[in-house]
């Protein structure tokens, strides 16, 4: 199953951010004024998001009364770039790409959370080192700025090391994934499916992955602002739609995994293998996540902490008021139907 290329806001995306943007067209009712035009949502290759295609092709949105059409972007960072010069209403996107636009000003909502990844994007390291620590003076691959980058930071932190005591390289996950098995790195963290083929095929092991920092990495429905005011009945419909959806996942699984892996271009085996590195989040853990505490699982927190370490960075500039990106009464609403 592929992957998404790039977890991060890339200097072009960054630019064209910064251009005059041009809202969606779209059609409206003659007699009430009321935008009928299909909302266009943009996903890409990462296991959560494919249960779009399931929501769509098993008809959930049909039944709720809601036109979406499915923008599929085999690179992840060209589906960021459409949602920024506002050329789709929503897309399937991590908190932390979330940040960067919004400090440039551009209005954005998340209004679901799809996934956490869950062993999804992990430190793949040689056999013979049996710890974080002993990263100590290794070459350690992954790519500055992304998720993956903060998992790293965060595995050095919480075992008393920093940056400054591995001998870090920034490297592309499609580039970190090969080095490691050709040996060229003692460590590379990596995403699936990068992360399996250097297990299998570098003979290394996993040290650690976001199994153990909850919370951390989330994947998210994040819609235009002005999506949000002038239609949310249709968002509301969208995010039932969505759960509809896992809720059929539970009792159809080799249906569903079947249908996804065949948009995946992968096998139901690998598939399958790919959606236990993450955890879906139902209604309750939803609610959960937009809550407000001093912990990973909470979406405000991960964002603030997230935005410092992309502001180390350079890559994002001040964010003064962080509930403004998070719109919760849409999965609040589902919750209590």
């Known amino acids: 199953m592929k992957r998404r290329m790039k977890r991060t806001v890339t200097v072009a995306v960054l630019a064209a951010m910064l251009i005059t943007l041009a809202g969606c067209g779209g059609s409206k009712d003659a007699s009430t004024g009321a935008d009928n035009s ?15 295609f399931l929501v769509d092709e098993k008809g959930f949105f049909d039944k709720h009364g809601v036109k979406v059409d499915l923008k599929w972007f085999p690179v992840y ?29 551009i209005g954005l909502k998340a209004v679901l959370v799809n996934d956490n990844s869950f062993g999804g994007d992990a430190i793949v390291s040689k056999p ?17 700025g992304t998720v993956d980058h903060l998992l790293l930071l965060t595995a050095l932190a919480q075992n008393g090391l920093s940056e400054k005591d591995v001998n870090y390289v920034n490297m592309t996950v499609n580039d970190a994934g090969p080095a490691f098995i050709s040996g060229k790195t003692d460590a590379s963290v990596l995403w699936e499916p990068f992360q399996t083929k ?4 570098g003979k290394g092991k996993v040290l650690f ?6 919370g951390l990495i989330p994947d998210l429905l994040v819609f235009r602002d002005e999506v949000v005011k002038n239609r949310p ?31 995946a271009e992968t ?4 598939f399958k293998l790919g959606l236990e590195s993450i955890k879906l989040f139902t209604k309750e853990d939803n609610v959960t996540a937009f809550g407000k505490r ?42 209590k139907e």
């Open 209 to 214: 992955s976001s199994k153990e920092t909850p």
């Open 38 to 52: 299909p909302i266009t949502i943009a996903l890409s290759p990462w296991p959560g998001w494919f249960f779009w």
């Open 77 to 105: 960072s060209d589906s960021l770039q459409a949602l920024s010069t506002g050329k789709v209403d929503a897309n399937s996107q991590t908190l932390s790409d979330t940040l960067a636009p919004a400090s440039k000003g």
């Open 198 to 201: 250097a297990v299998k095929e």
């Open 294 to 335: 001093d912990e990973y699982t909470s979406l405000p927190y991960t964002a603030e902490k997230t935005a410092d370490f992309l502001k180390k960075l350079d890559m994002v500039d001040e964010i003064n008021d962080f509930d403004v990106l998070f719109d919760s009464s849409f999965v609040e609403k589902a919750a």
């Open 233 to 263: 009945d249709d968002i509301q419909k969208i995010v039932d739609a969505w759960f509809d959806a896992l809720d059929y996942f539970k009792t159809h699984q080799d249906e569903a995994i079947k249908l996804m892996a065949e948009k």
């Open 128 to 144: 013979d080192i049996a710890s974080i620590k002993d990263l100590k003076g290794k070459t350690v691959a992954t790519e500055l």
């Open 267 to 270: 096998t139901p085996e690998d």
